[in-house]
C-alpha cells in the first residue's frame, strides 16, 4: 500500500478524484473520496468513492457492472486533487452516456461538439454486442451475424474497398463516411470474435516506439475464442 501521508483530505475528510479514461484520454466524471475508499480502490483495483448525499461508500458498478478498472493513480501538485486513469466497462454516466460532461454550457460554435475519442469506438462496440443477441428481423447487426462469419467478413472488404475508392476520388467528406461505415463493420467483426477494441488499443499502444520494419507477430488462430453457432 503507498504512503497516503502526502494526500490531502478537506476539512470533510474527502479529497476530489477525476477520473479519465487510459486510452482516449476522455474525463469521464468527477467523485470523492475519503480514505478509506481511496484504499480500497488501491487494494481491488476497482474505483471506490465517498457517496455525499448518501453518506456511505460505494463502488463504481457495484449495480450497474460498469466498473471501472484502475491503471494508475495521480496527485496534483498540491496534493489536494487526484487523477484516475481507469479502463471503462461499460459507460461511466448514469443516464447511458459515455461520459459524464456530455452538456454544454458555452461553446465558441453554433453546435455543440461531442467529444471524438477512443470511448466512441467502445460504446459502439457495447451496441454490436447488444444487437448480436437480438431477432434478425429486429437489428442489421443480428441480420448480418445470422447470415455467418463469411457475410461479415465480406462486408469489411466491401467498406474497406469504398474507402480506396473514396480516397481515389479525393473528397474529404467522402472519405470520412466510408471510412466510419469501415470501422462500423470492423467493430461487428471484433463482436464476432468476442474481441474488444480494448485489445486493438492495447497492441496499438505495444507498437509505439517500435520499427514498422520488422516481421509482424502472428497470433495462432487457436488463441481466438470459439464462436458459438
Given at each position: 500500500m503507498?504512503?497516503?501521508?502526502?494526500?490531502q483530505?478537506?476539512?470533510?475528510?474527502?479529497?476530489?478524484?477525476?477520473?479519465?479514461?487510459?486510452?482516449?484520454?476522455?474525463?469521464?466524471?468527477?467523485?470523492?473520496?475519503?480514505?478509506?475508499?481511496?484504499e480500497?480502490?488501491?487494494?481491488?483495483?476497482?474505483?471506490h468513492?465517498?457517496?455525499?448525499?448518501?453518506?456511505r461508500l460505494?463502488?463504481?458498478?457495484?449495480?450497474?457492472?460498469?466498473?471501472?478498472?484502475?491503471?494508475?493513480?495521480?496527485?496534483?501538485?498540491d496534493?489536494?486533487?487526484?487523477l484516475?486513469?481507469?479502463?471503462?466497462?461499460?459507460?461511466?454516466c448514469?443516464t447511458?452516456?459515455?461520459?459524464c460532461?456530455f452538456?454544454v454550457?458555452?461553446?465558441?460554435?453554433?453546435?455543440?461538439?461531442?467529444?471524438?475519442?477512443?470511448a466512441i469506438?467502445?460504446?459502439?462496440?457495447?451496441?454490436?454486442?447488444?444487437?448480436k443477441?437480438?431477432?434478425?428481423?429486429e437489428?442489421?447487426?443480428?441480420?448480418?451475424?445470422?447470415?455467418?462469419?463469411?457475410?461479415v467478413?465480406?462486408k469489411?472488404?466491401?467498406?474497406a474497398?469504398e474507402?480506396?475508392?473514396a480516397?481515389?476520388?479525393g473528397?474529404?467528406?467522402?472519405?470520412?463516411?466510408?471510412?466510419?461505415?469501415l470501422?462500423?463493420?470492423?467493430?461487428?467483426?471484433?463482436g464476432?470474435?468476442h474481441?474488444?477494441?480494448?485489445g486493438?488499443?492495447?497492441e496499438?499502444?505495444r507498437?509505439?516506439?517500435?520499427s514498422g520494419?520488422?516481421?509482424p507477430?502472428?497470433?495462432?488462430?487457436?488463441?481466438?475464442?470459439?464462436?458459438?453457432?
Open positions: 503507498p504512503d497516503l501521508s502526502v494526500v483530505f478537506n476539512e470533510q475528510g474527502l479529497i476530489p478524484a477525476i477520473v479519465q479514461d487510459a486510452s482516449s484520454g476522455q474525463v469521464l466524471m468527477l467523485a470523492y473520496m475519503n480514505r478509506e475508499a481511496l480500497k480502490t488501491l487494494d481491488t483495483g476497482l474505483t468513492y465517498w457517496s455525499r448525499s448518501r453518506a460505494w463502488q463504481k458498478g457495484e449495480t450497474s457492472g460498469h466498473r471501472q478498472h484502475v491503471r494508475e493513480i495521480r496527485y496534483d501538485c496534493a489536494d486533487t487526484l484516475v486513469l481507469v479502463e471503462q466497462e461499460g459507460v461511466a448514469h447511458g452516456k459515455p461520459s460532461f452538456q454550457l458555452s461553446s465558441s460554435s453554433s453546435q455543440a461538439i461531442a467529444p471524438a475519442t477512443a469506438l467502445e460504446h459502439l462496440y457495447e451496441v454490436v454486442l447488444d444487437r443477441q437480438r431477432a434478425p428481423q437489428s442489421y447487426v443480428a441480420s448480418l451475424m445470422a447470415r455467418g462469419q463469411d457475410q467478413l465480406k469489411v472488404v466491401e467498406e474497398a474507402v480506396v475508392l480516397s481515389k476520388n473528397r474529404a467528406e467522402e472519405i470520412l463516411y466510408e471510412m466510419a461505415d470501422w462500423f463493420h470492423s467493430l461487428v467483426a471484433l464476432w470474435h474481441l474488444s477494441p480494448q486493438v488499443f492495447q496499438l499502444q507498437r509505439l516506439g517500435t520494419l520488422r516481421s507477430q502472428h497470433i495462432p488462430s487457436s488463441d481466438l475464442p470459439q464462436q458459438s453457432a
